[in-house]
């Protein structure tokens, strides 16, 4: 960029020439920032057509505010120079940015210091003038102020240069990115995949890297995530690959600033290629602290040990203590083997789930908590084995395993231990469409970490859901410490059965949601007809008893192939006037000073819903969401969305409940906790939307 190698040229040149009072203008102080007009010139020479200012801010500790392309969120500068005399433009430059990240959000721009260069092309050359400039700054602490000022310098006709001045915009002016002949740079690669997810850069530089950054512009309102960036062996070949997280409508063109140390270099509309650039090689995860990896252990246990409270695995607790009120008069080893069967029917299936996780991580997938309930064939899988246990404790039929089989568990000391391992491995896979406090804070450390952080976090987290039957291993007493078993056992078990009847009912409804309510219809209708057929077995042979079960289990798991899903119904009958979730809008809705509160659900999630009953639907909330400055937006995870699953990672979040608040006071969000409050989301929007930092003004 000539202009900015001219500014520090020039003013280097003057740091040494003679000089008198400088040039500058008064100072805008705020809470967050002292502002100044400098100008490298005492006046404005004799025939003089040029002169060399600059915007000076000193940002308070913790704030900071943004290169002109911001980020995901966030506004560049803007100054308004109508009212200055005797200038015909302005070329404002902006250094190279630093990347922050806050609340998930990728935001580039600057922190304690920065000049931006300013050339000033005169309209009259050798007559005075004068610059005024209009300052219009957003500066972002864990708050966002708006700043609104004036600055202006008038500069008479007249010769002098001040010394401080001139170095410090000529050091500033050394930042600005030059253009890649002067950066020695060679090919420029980028490519954009076909589902605009992400964009992959090689850029070739014959004096190598040392540990560059990239930072991509492509239209005002896409923003891209943090870049995955590899080098090759000699360090001349750069490959990155950056996350979409927003696209804008009319983006482009492509623009690539690269920083490294302290040089930096644009290059202005690159071509798109055919094919994706090759990465020279992949880099395994960072290894964690010890400190950091014991705190997110215990985080994943308290969550674990969390969720044995949420409605999700109530139907499952209800059972194993059903079972345990029967079995009193059991001995203390075989009360002890029992409960540990079920703690490691817990921790069989959380090890299976980390396995999972990596293999479909090693295979490129996305993946998240509770997203199997995505699934239609694991629903129905599900409905069927809800639906057999409700009959078994409705007293249709007993569930029972083969004599010999009992006859070897009762050698080895007790009855039902294969219920017991399975009761455990149920009450984790019921957990998973729930999202305790805590749990979302260790996904995300384990979702982005190595292999071994997957492995321990979701050891630690089955540590925390298996606790209670651990502890009735440690101590079998408190088994006869239940009521003794009689005819109310009876009424009770009613009561259970109705419990899993009902969970069964959620799936279903949860089946209808990511399908279609007619799949949902026929798999309880194929349900209820297998259960039908093991009543009547004792009428039926084995072989037409098991080749009907095995039929309809068979017919339902083909029906997701064969039935369309239907198309998932609008929010727009309900109070609050939800729209849809559009990550790219959000920006531009902040930027035109609305507030808004944004709510990632699924069916199948029931924290979600209890959020949305208890205090998103309800006053006083409900009343704000629907009154003017809120913009209410719904993204609906209960089908795969990539769009959603990027941006929950991109804040490092892989399950939801998740919730965040966006304003003119906070344009980079808030988020909320997964169990929400009135007093926590009304704070949010309040804070958003700028009257918390009104009246902290």
Known sequence: MPIARTLALIAFGWIWASATLAEQSDTFSSQAVEARLIV??????????????????????????????????????????????????????????????????????????????????????????????????????EICLPADFDLTVDMPAGTGIDRDSAAEIAAWAARVPVDPASGGLGETTAFLDADTTALTVEIVRADGWTEPDVFAEYGPYTAFGAPDIRLSDDGTRLWAQLPILALDDMAGPLWLTVTDGDRAITVEDVPLAAAEPVPPYRAEAPARSLAVLGSMLAIAFLGGLILNAMPCVLPVLSIKLTSAMKHTDRAPTQVRIGFLMTAAGTMAFMWFLAAVILSLQALGFAVGWGVQFQNPYFLIALLFVLGFFAANL??????????????????????????????????????????????????????TGSASDVVLIFTAMGLGLALPYLAVAVWPGMVRALPRPGRWMTGLKIVLGLLLAATAAWLAWVLAGVASLRLAVIVVALVLAAIFVVWQARRLTAAAALGALVLSTAVAMAMPAVLQPDIRASASTEVIPWTAFDRAAIPRLVAGGETVFLDITADWCLTCKANKTLVIDRSPVADRLAGPGVIPMLADWTRPDPAIQAFLESHGRYGIPFNMVFGPSAPEGIALPEVLTTDAVLSAIDAASGQVAAVRQ
């Open 40 to 141: 490298a010139e005492d006046g404005v020479a004799p025939d003089a057509r040029f002169l060399s200012a600059g915007l000076e801010l000193l940002l308070k500790d913790g704030w900071k505010t943004y290169w002109r392309s911001p980020g995901e969120v966030g506004l560049p500068p803007e100054i308004d120079w109508s009212a200055s005399r005797n200038v015909e433009s302005v070329e404002f430059q902006y250094p190279a940015p630093d990347r922050f990240r806050a609340f998930g959000i990728e935001n580039f721009g600057y922190a304690k210091a920065v000049t931006f260069p300013i050339g000033i092309t005169l309209t009259d050359p050798g007559q005075p003038a004068v610059l005024d400039a209009r300052v219009s700054l957003l500066i972002c602490s």
């Open 394 to 447: 409705f007293g249709v039929f007993e569930i029972v395993l083969p004599a010999g089989a009992m006859t070897r568990l009762a050698n080895a000391g007790g009855r039902g231990y294969a219920g017991d391992l399975a009761t455990g491995a149920f009450a984790a896979i019921l957990a998973t469409p729930c999202s305790a406090p805590l749990l979302g804070t260790a996904l995300a450390f384990a979702l």
